[in-house]
């Protein structure tokens, strides 16, 4: 249980053009969705947290102009990375928390971001 | 969550050892403690976690000791394999439900 999919594995895009990311929860309603970005041999950095039906609570220093994320349902969130530039290539990891187990976030396989 | 810290960064163990990894949090209203387990190139799996409310969890060769007091828990695996290789992230959440991880500690057991 608690399976979390993320799509595409890898991406690679040309400088401004803009880039979706789309995570799903498999087999359980998703209440709560975190998008991530890891960089090489570095931890986890929490971007966003969405709640299905509201807006994203962004952390401090990510652009929400620029990383948008839409929870549209509570099988699914996406991330939008627009205009991007090669400093955004990177490593984006979602994961996805359900009603019985607020606590415990279950991860995506991540997606592999490369800006030419 | 605030901050947490993460010792050690790397840890060299031969199999069949053990190996504790530690880690620091300064927030005192935190109350979930998972361990995270990520191998090169994938996913993080949550391996185990623990509540404020005890002080100890196991589950087969792994273990998680908390001290609220002192603001410090610790992952102990017994009986290391070559497979449990990998990065390990500690993380603390409250009640938002965000996790803050550290830095993580990469174990690798020699065979």
């Known amino acids: 249980g608690a399976v979390v999919s993320q799509h595409p594995s890898r991406v690679i895009c040309k400088s401004g053009t803009s880039v979706k990311i789309e995570c799903r929860s498999l087999?359980?309603?998703?209440?709560?969705m975190f998008w991530y970005r890891q960089f090489p041999k570095q931890s986890l950095m929490l971007m966003a947290t969405?709640?299905?039906?509201?807006?994203?609570?962004?952390e401090q220093g990510v652009e929400k102009d620029k990383f948008l994320i839409n929870h549209a349902s509570l099988t699914l969130s996406t991330l939008t990375v627009t205009s991007a530039h090669p400093e955004d290539s990177s490593f984006y990891i979602c994961?996805?928390?359900?009603?019985?187990?607020?606590?415990?976030?279950?991860f995506g396989p991540g997606t592999r971001l490369t800006v030419t | 969550g605030e901050n947490v810290e993460q010792h050690p960064s790397t840890l060299s163990v031969q199999e069949g050892d053990s190996a504790v990894i530690k880690c620091t949090y300064s927030?005192?209203?935190?109350?979930?403690f998972p361990w995270y387990k990520q191998e090169l190139g994938k996913r993080p799996q949550l391996i185990i976690d623990?509540?404020?409310?005890?002080g100890e969890k196991k589950d087969q060769r792994i273990a998680v000791t908390l001290n609220k007091t002192a603001k410090h828990f610790s992952l102990h695996i017994t009986e290391t394999q070559p497979e449990d290789s990998a990065v390990y992230f500690c993380?603390?959440?409250?009640?938002?439900?965000?996790?803050?991880f550290g830095k993580g500690t990469l174990l690798t057991v020699n065979p």
């Open positions: 623990i509540r404020s409310n005890v």
């Open positions: 994961s996805a928390s359900g009603q019985g187990f607020p606590y415990e976030q279950y």
């Open positions: 927030d005192s209203a935190s109350n979930y």
């Open positions: 969405s709640n299905e039906g509201s807006k994203a609570t962004y």
């Open positions: 993380a603390e959440g409250g009640s938002n439900y965000k996790l803050t």
């Open positions: 087999d359980f309603q998703a209440t709560t």
